[in-house]
T-cell receptor
Framework: ETGVTQTPRHLVMGMTNKKSLKCEQH?????MYWYKQSAKKPLELMFV???????ENNSVPSRFSPECPNSSHLFLHLHTLQPEDSALYLC?????????????FGQGTRLTVV | AQSVTQLDSQVPVFEEAPVELRCNYS??????LFWYVQYPNQGLQLLLK??????LVKGINGFEAEFNKSQTSFHLRKPSVHISDTAEYFC????????????FGKGTRLSVIA
């Protein structure tokens, strides 16, 4: 148990659906990230939020839309996804600033787009 | 920018044998170094980290790693592995300055054979 909770753990959605992934931490951290983990590829950083402000967007397609209403919650809204978007989506949080400190990861949401 | 190379995508090893998982990094600035482990259907869990001081770092589950600045390496070792060590292992770096997220290697799949 890392203190970072992701829901749902598994999600199957059609290409025309709209769904959201949720990440929650009560560690008092101020930075939260979304990563995408696909088979045989490195972890891909998608979005970074520091103190609720988005500070990084790594050229992620607009069909992925993040939301960070407060420092404890992070969402990833999904719409009109493609089969290649099927992956494990990991949320991570860090203490404010993130320098020299490790990331705490949730267990991930296994997304399958059909 | 930083990059991490994990040369071995898969490492099979017999139970109770020693193992070394290799990690090399590239960076124009000094970095912090991390090893994470991912068990099936789980998120990433920190094994150990190097911030400063002694170059030999001990982590959980009997793992240790040695930072070698001249060779820009941070190899992970365990003198005697168990079946339960079967997992994916990720090396990651983060620069000392700035607010840059972790950069991960592609991972090494450790398979312990009974």
């Amino acid at each position: 148990e890392t203190g970072v909770t992701q829901t749902p753990r598994h999600l199957v959605m059609g290409m025309t659906n709209k769904k959201s992934l949720k990440c929650e931490q009560h560690l008092g951290h101020n930075a939260m990230y979304w990563y995408k983990q696909s088979a045989k590829k490195p972890l891909e950083l998608m979005f970074v939020y520091n103190f609720k402000e988005q500070t990084e967007n790594n050229s992620v397609p607009s069909r992925f839309s993040p939301e960070c209403p407060n420092s404890s919650h992070l969402f990833l809204h999904l719409h009109t996804l493609q089969p290649e978007d099927s992956a494990l989506y990991l949320c991570a949080s860090l203490p404010g600033g993130g320098e020299g400190t490790e990331a705490f990861f949730g267990q991930g949401t296994r997304l399958t787009v059909v | 920018a930083q990059s991490v190379t994990q040369l071995d995508s898969q490492v099979p090893v017999f139970e109770e044998a020693p193992v070394e998982l290799r990690c090399n990094y590239s960076s124009s600035v000094s970095v912090y170094l991390f090893w994470y482990v991912q068990y099936p259907n789980q998120g990433l869990q920190l094994l150990l980290k190097y911030l400063s001081g002694s170059t030999l770092v001990k982590g959980i589950n009997g793992f240790e790693a040695e930072f070698n600045k001249s060779q820009t390496s941070f190899h992970l070792r365990k003198p005697s592995v168990h079946i339960s060590d079967t997992a994916e292992y990720f090396c990651a770096v983060s620069p000392l300055s700035g607010n840059t997220p972790l950069v991960f290697g592609k991972g090494t799949r450790l398979s312990v054979i009974a």
